[in-house]
């Protein structure tokens, strides 16, 4: 599974600080000292590089054009906020963003570097994707991963939630450590509630493909190829509440047995791996289904085993 951290860091603090640094290169006033010493750096390269007028009117309004847009997005935060003024995560923006400025208007990042900003803000993006991709009002979906599975989705929703308490108890203190664990309630109250009910479009499609591959049996003139009785399987398995709850217990212990320093990541993350495929499987002792369904919910494990190497 490939990140596209750039894309996921927008709305960011880092990605705030890089634009106000290209505005400032832009708007810096040309002095008669400053034009001197470029002069001499130019005739040291060898090279005499004159911008146009055009040129600089372009690049002029292609900086008012990012002002513009900035403007634009705050005004749509200031709205959401009025709209949602309990629930930071019913705002307009990423689950990562809602966290990361959060944490700034804090003065979190006031003394860090810009590679400490990163280095902080890539964690956040990792233990945010899941969510990102489901569960914000502005969703982050990449063309080369696909939709969360309904059980890898409530993984996604524990380990990550259960990340951000160790992320504050690792880099957060003081009282914005009181603000950020509440912060946290916060982001697995809302979450909850949107993973309500929830199925990719690919558990929906398998669904409807095994009623219909049902349905025609009798009139069908060749077999099943293996793949659509894999689809037919995938389709037909239905998940217990009970067997829902008894696994998000035990995510939870692995969860726990990690922050606490009881357990190792890849140990940790194998038998979490091994619940998730015993839910989305319904329970099932069908290898072929076992593999299919371990497969499907990989990433979501793999994001996790990344975030916590991290984090203990």
């Not at 309500?196 to 690919?202: F, I, K, V």
Request: net charge negative; aromatic share 8%.
């Amino acid at each position: 599974m490939r990140i596209d951290y750039e894309t996921e860091r927008a709305g960011g603090v880092y990605s705030e600080r890089m634009l106000r640094k290209s505005q400032s290169i832009w708007q810096m006033p040309s002095t008669p000292e400053s034009l001197k010493k470029e002069e001499t750096e130019a005739r040291l390269r060898g090279v005499d590089v004159t911008i146009s007028p055009e040129s600089m009117e372009y690049m002029e309004k292609v900086n008012e054009r990012k002002e513009a847009a900035q403007k634009e997005r705050e005004r749509l935060q200031k709205e959401w906020e009025m709209q949602n003024p309990q629930n930071p995560f019913g705002r307009m923006g990423t689950q990562f963003s809602i966290i990361s400025n959060a944490l700034a208007e804090h003065g979190f990042y006031d003394n860090m570097s810009d590679d400490e900003v990163l280095e902080i803000e890539n964690l956040l993006v990792n233990i945010t994707h899941g969510m990102n991709s489901v569960c914000g009002t502005v969703k982050v979906i990449s063309p080369d991963s696909e939709q969360l599975t309904s059980q890898a989705a409530k993984f996604e929703l524990e380990s990550s939630t259960a990340a951000l308490r160790q992320f504050s108890q690792k880099y957060v203190s003081g009282e914005m450590q009181d603000f950020f664990n509440n912060l946290v309630d916060q982001y697995y109250e809302h979450n909850s509630k949107v993973l309500e009910g929830y199925q990719s479009s690919r558990e929906t499609s398998n669904e409807l493909l095994a009623a219909i591959y049902e349905k025609t049996a009798s009139n069908r003139r060749a077999p099943l190829s293996e793949n659509e009785k894999m689809i037919q399987m995938a389709g037909k398995v239905k998940v217990d509440e009970e067997d829902e709850k008894e696994a998000i217990k035990e995510w939870r212990k692995c969860l726990k047995a990690l922050a606490d320093g009881k357990g190792e990541v890849g140990e940790m993350m194998g038998r979490m791996s091994d619940i998730l495929k015993m839910l989305a499987s319904g329970n099932s002792e069908n290898k072929q289904l076992l593999n299919y369904v371990e497969q499907w919910n990989s990433p979501a494990i793999e994001n996790a085993r990344k975030y916590w190497s991290v984090l203990v």
